[in-house]
């Protein structure tokens, strides 16, 4: 993995996130959760954070078991049309110094015993089909006399040279073998498939889901359109985040709404509804870098 930019100085982003859902007809009511807060950590700060329905309703939040700020809310009235607005600012400062890694065989008992073994178990969309399989064992032993940082980097090299970014080619259904199978996907699943590879290689990876500002080299105060977006965090002493679909490490210019094993652990809006179908969900993010 290449090294992300790194400048001297803390970045600030202001973040817009809208999700706007409309019904035929009408929903006679909705039950949601969202993840579209982001989290304050030591490479982030969040210095303003909210989350607002229309139609106007009460929410509350939790601490999920991840880690994660989930808003909760619900509509009980008939509506037509629902648009769920975050918007943030966070400070972000570069990634610290690679930590150095311990053994394979220090590390391996780090995990025994310990919360990191649950980063190690497959799951629904990180699961290994045959072919996936195959292509596991195979990075495995390539990666077995590498350190930690090594072993990251060829898994993240060997995606880039199997998978095509191609946006609209799966969905949040998709698994990680489904989209190996299709050579192509989008971050979503180049961080399930890097969560994969680097469990079966013995490397705990957590799915982060988050931002990244397309432009860093923007202007101050000018609005870019974005999306959300995803990679992984490996364990090698620490976590250590890094970007399979840009093949980077994370940097200031990604921020940390949520982690957990995949996908469905941590997905930005979730929910249930009764009334007439619904149309997908339109998603629209925009940053501005204001420092």
């Known amino acids: 993995m290449s090294p992300t930019a790194l400048t001297s100085t803390p970045t600030r982003l202001r973040i817009r996130h809208e999700t706007e859902v409309a019904y035929q007809g009408s929903a006679a009511s909705s039950y949601n959760e969202v993840r579209m807060t982001p989290l304050t950590l030591p490479t982030q700060t969040v210095l303003d954070s909210r989350v607002t329905v229309s139609p106007a309703t009460p929410t509350w939040s939790y601490w999920d078991y991840w880690g994660a700020q989930v808003t909760v809310f619900d509509l009980l009235d008939p509506h037509a049309r629902l648009m769920v607005t975050a918007t943030s600012l966070v400070e972000t400062s570069p990634a610290p110094p690679l930590p150095v890694p311990p053994p394979r065989a220090e590390l391996t008992e780090q995990v025994q015993g310990s919360r990191l073994i649950e980063y190690l178990i497959p799951t629904q969309r990180t699961s290994l089909d045959a072919e996936l399989a195959e292509a596991a064992a195979e990075a495995a032993e390539a990666v077995r006399d590498l350190d930690a940082h090594e072993a990251a980097t060829a898994v993240v090299d060997l995606i880039r040279g199997r998978l095509d970014y191609r946006p609209g080619s799966t ?77 980077t490490r994370t940097g200031e210019s990604h921020v940390v709404v949520a982690r957990g094993r995949e996908y469905g652990d941590v997905p930005p809006h979730k929910g249930v509804y009764h009334g007439a179908p619904g149309s997908a969900p339109t998603v629209r993010v925009e940053f501005t870098r204001t420092v």
């Open 171 to 247: 969905g949040v259904q998709t698994t990680a073998a489904g989209a190996w199978s299709l050579r192509a996907g989008v971050c979503q699943d180049f961080a399930h498939i890097a969560a994969a590879l680097l469990r079966a290689a013995g490397l705990p990876a957590r799915y982060v889901s988050g931002y990244l500002h397309p432009r860093p080299e923007a202007r101050t105060h000018e609005p870019v359109a974005g999306e959300s977006h995803a990679w992984v965090e490996y364990w090698a002493g620490d976590w250590v985040g890094c970007d399979p679909t840009n093949g």
